[in-house]
């Protein structure tokens, strides 16, 4: 059997060194005056609201499209500039809102 040594870690300071609890950032405690600080302020949250909304428009206006009878089929209806053109550049948009306010300072 080979001789089995222990390593040993030497460190040049004998000083110990504390760590520290890690904190997310929503939960960070301003110390002056004790109060937790967000991660987003209000103008953050303005512009998501902003963003929903510009998605929410772009997603009803490609609803629709009901043909006014069942044996007539209209392209005009369903592949509208409407439903094909304007409601993707809203959500897109929409999108682009949305993360521009979640990662505006």
Known sequence: MANKKKKVVVT?????KTVK???????RIDQSSNQRVLVFNKSNYLLMLAGLALIFLGLLLMTGGK???PD???DN?????RRTLIAPIL???????????????
Not at 21 to 27: L, M, N, Y
Not at 77 to 81: E, F, K, N
């Open 67 to 69: 043909m006014p009878s």
């Open 12 to 16: 040049a300071s004998k000083e110990k």
């Open 21 to 27: 609890a890690t904190v997310s950032k929503s939960q």
């Open 91 to 105: 959500i897109l948009a929409g999108l682009a809102v949305e993360f521009f306010a979640i990662f505006r300072k």
């Open 72 to 74: 007539v089929w209209d």
């Open 77 to 81: 209806i369903i592949y509208s500039t």
